[in-house]
């Protein structure tokens, strides 16, 4: 089953957050096949000011993270097509525009879920589903 990540699974990874967090995105990380994974192009510059400003790291090692990132999964560009779709949602369902843009191209690369903490869980949306991975029960299509 493909699923995008969002920023906070990769924040909380990074270790940002606390160490609870930490764990419980590296251990979803590794229940998922390297190869089901999608990261939304807007999600790593997400990424990059979160470790830049929240939590202080230096430039150069933040822009590292990054690409060890990129190294790993594949990565989703936004396109208009995504954009339109975004704002769709935001319209249609009171989305915040970057968070509909990481939902529309999950959607668009055929996600079945987008790992998220930051939307209601079990929105679905063209085929895909958001999931909380931080959640007290876990969603039936938790991997």
């Known amino acids: 089953m493909r699923a995008a990540l969002d920023t906070n699974v990769l924040a909380y990874a990074e270790g940002v957050g606390d160490a609870d967090r930490q764990k419980q995105s590296l251990d979803l990380l590794e229940r998922v096949p390297d190869s089901d994974v999608v990261l939304p192009a807007q999600t790593l510059g997400e990424l990059f000011r979160v470790l830049t400003g929240k939590q202080g790291r230096p430039r150069p090692d933040a822009r590292n993270a990054i690409l060890q990132w990129t190294d790993a999964y594949a990565v989703a ?19 915040q525009v970057w968070d509909a843009l990481i939902l529309s191209v999950a959607a668009d690369n055929h996600c079945r879920i987008l790992l998220s903490e930051d939307f209601h869980e ?22």
């Open 77 to 95: 560009d936004s396109t208009w097509w995504s954009f339109q779709s975004a704002f769709d949602l935001c319209t249609d369902h009171g989305l």
């Open 122 to 143: 079990g929105f679905t949306w063209r085929g895909t589903t958001v999931v909380n991975p931080y959640a007290d029960s876990p969603h039936s299509l938790m991997p």
